[in-house]
């Protein structure tokens, strides 16, 4: 008679931790045996995406700055900033849509994006009125991809709107849809729909939120009045 054997069992398998979000392993009782300094986890984390970039395994490289609209996600593809997104759409989720939606070949690689985070930075600052990185429109097509790429040509301190928006692209019943388009802009503050409005002048709708459309407005008016 054979004997049976219970198989051995398998250690839980730690949490994905994205860099900024609370520590999953807190309350899971695997806390204390995954103890690894940051300063050595960082270390690994950006040796890794070296390696990966050099063995041409890395599709999208993401960051997180802060800022004063809040942290902003910046993801990166081979063509450009493809995503920026802010702390209330759930970095987690965002990176998981990117996942599978475009690639699971995704790191943590904040040396990829450090001209976007210079940028970003001198932006706020308000000695940049324009954006230089290259943009990748990957997420967007059709008439949403037009209003996106029309977007830049809204003049720093400057507004528009959505009526106005849409006789520019030849399309004056699209009023509606000019607003989805700004809505679903994947790359807010560098692809600048804060600056359209409704006809009303009221602010209309913000992906950040109407505190960071304000704030984004204000700071714009300030510097070019300057």
């Known amino acids: 008679m054979k004997t049976m054997t219970t198989p051995p069992t398998m250690p839980p398998r730690a949490p994905v931790h994205t860099p900024g979000a609370p520590d999953p392993l807190v309350g899971t009782g695997l806390q204390g045996r995954f103890s690894v300094a940051e300063a050595d986890l960082t270390a690994l984390r950006d040796r890794l995406s070296h390696l990966a970039a050099a063995e041409e395994l890395l599709d999208l490289a993401y960051r997180i700055v802060d800022s004063p609209v809040g942290r902003l996600l910046l993801v990166t593809g081979p063509r450009g900033l493809i995503r920026v997104a802010f702390e209330?759409?759930?970095?987690?989720?965002?990176?998981?849509?990117?996942?599978?939606?475009?690639?699971?070949?995704?790191l943590h690689a904040p040396w990829k994006l450090e001209a976007v985070a210079r940028e970003l930075e001198e932006?706020?600052?308000?000695?940049?009125?324009?954006?230089?990185?290259?943009?990748?429109?990957i997420l967007s097509s059709g008439f949403r991809l037009a209003v996106q790429r029309e977007l830049p040509g809204v003049s720093y301190g400057q507004t528009t709107t959505y009526r106005e928006l849409a006789e520019r692209l030849d399309n004056p019943r699209a009023v509606r849809a000019v607003g989805t388009a700004?809505?679903?802009?994947?790359?807010?503050?560098?692809?600048?729909?804060?600056r359209v409005l409704r006809s009303d002048g009221s602010l209309g709708g913000y992906l950040?939120?109407?505190?960071?459309?304000?704030?984004?407005?204000?700071?714009?008016?300030?510097n070019a009045a300057a």
């Open 123 to 137: 932006y706020f600052a308000g000695h940049r009125s324009r954006f230089e990185v290259p943009v990748d429109f």
């Open 88 to 106: 209330s759409e759930g970095f987690s989720q965002v990176l998981s849509g990117l996942s599978e939606r475009i690639s699971p070949r995704l």
């Open 208 to 222: 950040g939120g109407l505190e960071a459309k304000t704030l984004l407005l204000e700071l714009e008016k300030e």
């Open 182 to 194: 700004c809505a679903t802009n994947p790359l807010p503050v560098v692809v600048p729909c804060h």
